[in-house]
């Protein structure tokens, strides 16, 4: 029974209300909500709605891979404690249980990141990091609560304007920061230590699935000889194995694909083309579509907003499980799946 | 308490540099983790764990740049929770059944939609029993230390081959060993760079040579020109990290780079003692700079004014140049040692 | 022998640390703390000792505190919680010099076997193992073999040398005996200082020597049990070098041996003035001494040291601004703060310190507790624990603020200035100097009592600046050469006079001192005779010498206004002392030379010497003093017939006796009645 309950405007609710937190927990927190409006009164019946909700969820946004991580890891949940339910309401009460409890815990995992990735700050040195990540940023707070000293390379990200919101938060906290250009990583890639990247997914061979621009910062990064590190809550982790870039599952058809340029496009007299409107509602990943005015967007089309890095170009992985290495990864996924 | 003496002795020891070495630091610590386990009163298994790892802490703190103390407290941590597993679990066989057994450790993602009611797992009930228990598996580990020879050398015929080259740096025994057993079976020859300035290499190429293995001492300079003749290279260690990396013998880096360029094999011999959950924060994080007088001498004293003089006595290899480490328990490639690092120590021990 | 080699072994290994080094070198920052105290790169001086003690396998350590005895003492006691050896305080507060101490050691009876003896400021790598191991080798064998110092090689312009303490060592290596020390200073001043005198003996039991001006004297010695019995029997020994060693070494009596031990590739250095300091953690920062290095975290303070590269020792609480820079070889303590913009380069930092903005700090060592503000420079200097520096003061190199002191806003100090914040010896309150450390300052400046000095005034008071943190030694070697060369030079000369003394002056004295003791004692000839002999032999005369002074001087006592009876006439002198003229001439020659010398010293020498002359002649040859041949010899030269009317006239009174003489064979009466004649007439 499809109940009246509307998860995907709950799930936008959530994200207008804590822009701290992060899409897979929403989405999860607006599942915990389904369940707890659910009128199902059987078991299948209830995995069915689930499964449909989570559909439906998947669907709604335009860059879901970290959303469909953490339905995927919900639903397989749910799927394994079914087996040792005495009865339906005590399930049901214990899945709201556990649902809420995580939502807790995951606050919790990204202060647990930032603790294992400050040892690898050292004082002095240059990091770069790529547009906005909520994970990235109290990284790099905390190493400079602990009086660690370094500067901070972010490309700017223009379709995002991510790397100027990263700037913002970072000079807050007294970071020295520089904003480049994404054009100039190659350039400015001798003068860092490190590179630093957030994570929309991570998938099974222990590659990456971040904001458009982290595959090639990889693969200057390696080129250079220098450390590339990723930071990912272990909810992000998905059952993927993408071969190449086009391989990621899309479930709004036009994520990864390019479309022409409108031919006879004018530029606008006004000349707002760059306006940055930093919006509260979506997360920095989500379609910037709304914040723009119409003309940049006929400018610029539409343009892939994540790529895929391969494991190769990872030296280390810093999640809640501590710190991996790439092919560490698939071990803690093997033990989830099992 | 006589046990505290025993650890501050061990902790002075280390301070002082009065013992070096991972082979010779590994068995003092196990040695003193018996002492400090037999002395320990028998309460709850929690208060053991958070007594040997106040110990391990000070022992640490002495010498950061030596691993192998870190590891053989882990080891034994890692021993103390296993034991105590076995034991709930025996018990626990005659009452109702619990959770499935642990494949996933408590840390894994799947407990995050855990219970949220159930606390991290409370070590209580340490009776006489499991204390037994838990001595008789540190002694094993004693034991395994003892023999981690005999197991890296009974792989040697399998790696090398007759008429090959190989070639080595630094004086490791695990390496001698290794040569040695070969060198029973097949015949080959051996280039030793002589690892100025402790010119153990000259050592090593003494030992190799009294073994009747052909040996040749080359300077630390002609490593990379020589390399295009070598099949492979063998190296032992200070230290291996949770990526994969080395801590080795200055030098080391220079040798692994020659051969990663001329695509030549590099394997690496090591017990596991020497394997450590710790990741290099930088490539000087486990260096040691030892005292310059081997380089430039203490009684020239004009130039040691205005020259700084380092001699460092570490270096850090990258996993990219490692191809296969050799242990005790088998050859597996660089990125495996996560998988040994979890069967042998507990991720709430890596940060002790 | 088995049994007798086990008993020796479970002897327990003792050591004595001096802990107070009897100089005030460190002035005034050792009028509140014992120098041991002093941290040296932010760990106490002793602490060093002790763990260099530590790593030797001693069991058992005496301290020996002097100066702030108690503060050592609450120092030990702290340490001893921490470590498993054995450590006795030993106060005794009227030690004056090394010497003292090992009497008082001495006398409590306290050292069982062979031990070893270091100062509360030696700072050292070495393992003592190959030295003991040869100490006891040696005893065993020889019972004389009572000491084995340890020295280092090094060149001589090294920065570990305290160059105010040179020593020359003369070395047997074969045998490893040390054969003669000699102290050395920068600057000589006496011709003592400049020279090195060996016995030659020396020589005969030790074919090949080397003389070593290139080792650098740690002052570690492996000493036996008799050391300190020697001290009490000689109880002038002060110094442990240059009265001990040089003693032992120079006394035929004793018979003992000290013996050296080379050390080639470890560290041992003493830190006897600001200046080695300054040396001494440089060595450390450039890790010579690891592991004696910041970062083996060896101290009890629970500090935790990281090295970074450009040898940057940075505790793990540090809180470093962004824009301040730390250039290199720097050692910074626990919760210290730098603001922005300050430069710290070359320095030691202690704890809890807070350096304000825009401060410039190199090659200083500046202590716990103290604070720094903004736009302040220094170089060179020591800063003790709690001083406050205000904005702008510039402090001059090889100063030393001490502790406590405020040092006020905008104050320039001078270079070598020394600042303390107690007050003088004999009040109760300080009197700020306010021309020195501004208005706000607290703080006076402080200069050595002439009196602490017990240095005796002959040494050139540069050998005490040569001593002092950043004392430029080139610029004044280069002054000093050429002063020196030219003074050298003058000094040789003039030592040639004064020092050689006159030899004629003197005999003349001596023999004139010889006849008047003669005559106002009455001796008897043949003693005077033999004291003349030996004056002769003594100052490697000869009898002509004697004869030129003899003769005048016993015919000096002739008074002719004499009465008979007085022992004074001519003839009563001559029967009287006669003799001992005779005693002086012997064969023809001396004998005309006697002539000679009679009738120079008649004619010139004496007042109516001619009455005197023919007297003499006569008596000369009544008593066969003078024989026939010599008579006819002297009057018929020519050496007799030069001269002035005096020595004429004499020959002519000499003449009738000459025509006696020639005429054949005549009466021996006639001649007397002849010669009696002529006296009579003469009267």
Known sequence: MVTDFDVVAHYKNLLITSPDISMPVAAIEALVELIKNSNATTMSEFMVSIKE???????????????????????????????????????????????????????????????????????????????????????????????????????????????????????????????????????????????????????????????????QMAIVAKAANKPFYAVAESYKFVRLFPLNQYDLPTYSADTLSFQELNLDYDMPEDGEMGTIKTDRVTSPSATPVDTRTLSSQKAQGSNPLVDYTPPDYITLLFTDLGVLTPSGVSDELIKLYL | MSSKNVVDDLVAKLKRRQLVGSSAVAQETLKLMIVVISKAPLSTVNQLIDLVKSVGQKLVAANPTEPAVGNIVRRVLHVIREEY???????????????????????????????????????????????????????????????????????????????????????????????????????????????????????????????????????????????????????????????????????????????????????????????????????????????????????????????????????????????????????????????????????????? | MPPKERVEAEQVLQAVVLADSFDQRFQPITLETARCLLPLCNMPLISYTFEFLAVAGVEEIFVFCCSHADKVKEFVKEYRKESSITIHTIVSPESMSVGDAMRELDAKQLIRTDFILVTGDVVSNMKLDKVLEEHRARRAVDKNAIMTMVLKKASSKHRSRSVGDGSI?????????????????????????????????????????????????????????????????????????????????????????????????????????????????????????????????????????????????????????????????????????????????????????????????????????????????????????????????????????????????????????????????????????????????????FTEAEDSDDEDDETDPRNKLVNKLAYDLEQIKLAAQEQESASEFESEASDVEEDEFDPVEDLNREVAQTLDRAFNENHDVDIAALELNTLRMASNSNFHEMRLRIIPGVLRHIDHAARPGAGKTVKEVLTRWGPLIGKMIHDEQDQVDGLFILQSCCAVQLEDGHKVFGPSLRYFYDEDILEEDAILGWYHSSRSRDGGPAELRLREIAAPLIAFLEAPDSDDEDEDDDDDSEEEEDE
């Open chain 1, 53 to 215: 909700a989570s559909q439906l969820l998947k669907t709604s946004v335009r860059n879901s891979i970290s959303l469909s991580a953490g339905c995927d890891l919900f639903l397989r949940f749910i799927g394994r404690s079914s087996q040792d339910a005495a009865d339906f309401e005590s399930w049901k009460s214990s899945l709201i249980a556990r649902g809420e409890g995580f939502v807790e815990k995951a606050a919790a995992c990204r202060h647990k990141i930032a603790e294992l990735g400050v040892p690898f700050i050292r004082d002095g040195s240059v990091i770069l990091i790529h547009a906005h990540s909520r994970v990235v940023s109290l990284l790099l707070q905390k190493a400079a609560a602990d009086h660690k000293r370094f500067k901070v390379f972010v490309t700017e990200s223009s379709h995002s304007q991510g790397g100027i919101r990263s700037a913002h938060v970072l000079r807050a906290a007294g970071i020295p920061t520089t904003i480049i250009l994404d054009a100039a990583v190659g350039y400015v890639m001798d003068k860092v230590d490190m590179v630093l990247v957030g994570a929309e997914g991570v998938v099974e061979n222990g590659g990456l699935i971040n904001q458009i621009g982290s595959y």
């Open chain 3, 169 to 445: 060592f003369v070395l047997d290596q074969k045998t490893k005996e040390c054969l003669h020390y000699q102290p050395v200073k920068a600057f000589s001043s006496t011709r003592e200082d400049r020279r090195l005198q060996m016995s030659m003996e020396v020589f005969e039991k030790h074919p090949e020597i080397q003389i070593r001006n290139d080792l650098i004297d740690c002052q570690i010695d492996v000493c036996s049990v008799e050391v300190p019995a020697l001290f009490t029997e000689n109880f002038d020994y002060q110094d442990i070098r240059s009265d001990f060693v040089h003693g032992i070494l120079t006394s035929d009596l004793l018979g003992k041996t000290i013996h050296f031990q080379e050390v080639n590739d470890v560290y041992a250095a003493r830190v006897r003035s600001t200046q080695m300091y300054d040396a001494i953690s440089k060595d450390i920062i450039s890790r010579w001494t690891f592991p004696m290095v910041p970062d083996s975290n060896l101290g009890t303070s629970g500090d935790r040291y990281e090295c970074r590269r450009g040898l940057v020792y940075k505790e793990k609480s540090v809180v470093l601004s962004r824009t301040c820079v730390v250039e290199e070889k720097v050692v910074i303590g626990a919760n210290t703060q730098v603001a922005e913009s300050s430069v710290l380069s070359n320095c030691v930092i202690g704890k809890n310190c807070k350096i304000g903005a825009n401060v410039k700090i190199d090659n200083a060592y500046i202590w716990d507790n103290v604070t720094i503000k903004d736009n302040t420079q220094m170089t060179q200097c020591i800063i003790a624990s709690n001083a406050v520096i205000e904005e702008n003061v510039k402090i001059g190199k090889g100063s030393m603020i001490s502790f406590n002191v405020i040092i006020g806003a905008n104050s320039i100090i001078p270079p070598f200035t020394r600042i303390t914040a107690l007050p003088e010896e004999d009040e109760d309150e300080l009197e700020s100097d306010e021309a020195l450390v501004g208005p706000t300052g607290r703080g006076r400046a």
């Open chain 2, 85 to 352: 597993r076995d034991a709930e679990n025996n018990t626990n066989k005659q009452g109702e059944l619990t959770a499935p057994p642990s494949l996933t450790t408590s840390s894994s993602m799947y407990n995050l939609l855990g219970d949220p009611t159930s606390q991290q797992a409370v070590y209580g009930r340490y009776s006489h029993a499991l204390r037994n228990n838990i001595i008789q598996e540190v002694k094993d580990i004693r034991i395994e230390l003892e023999t981690i020879y005999d197991n890296i050398k009974n792989q040697a015929s399998l790696h090398i081959h007759s008429n090959e080259i190989i070639m080595t740096i630094g004086k490791s025994k695990t390496v001698e060993e290794f040569l040695k057993m070969a060198a029973s079976k097949r015949k080959f020859q051996v280039l030793v760079a002589e690892t100025a300035p402790s010119y153990q290499g000259q050592e090593m190429a003494l030992e190799l040579s009294k073994a009747g293995i052909e040996t040749t001492v080359i300077p630390d300079s002609a490593v990379f020109a020589v390399m295009s003749r070598v099949n492979k290279v063998i190296l032992g260690t200070h230290a291996v990290l949770a990526n994969g990396g080395l801590v080795a013998i200055t030098g080391t880096h220079m040798m692994a780079a020659a051969a990663k360029h001329h695509s030549t094999p590099v394997v690496v011999c090591t017990g596991l003692y020497k394997l450590s959950p710790l990741y290099p924060y930088d490539d000087d994080s486990f260096t040691v700079n030892i005292n310059p007088d081997a380089v430039l001498g203490f009684e020239e004293g004009d130039l040691i004014e205005k020259v700084t003089v380092a001699n460092p006595y570490y270096d850090y290899v990258s996993p990219d140049f490692v191809n296969l480490f050799i242990t005790n328990q088998g050859g597996h490639p660089p990125s495996y040692l996560y998988r040994l690092i979890v069967e042998n120590y507990h991720p709430d021990d890596h940060s002790l």
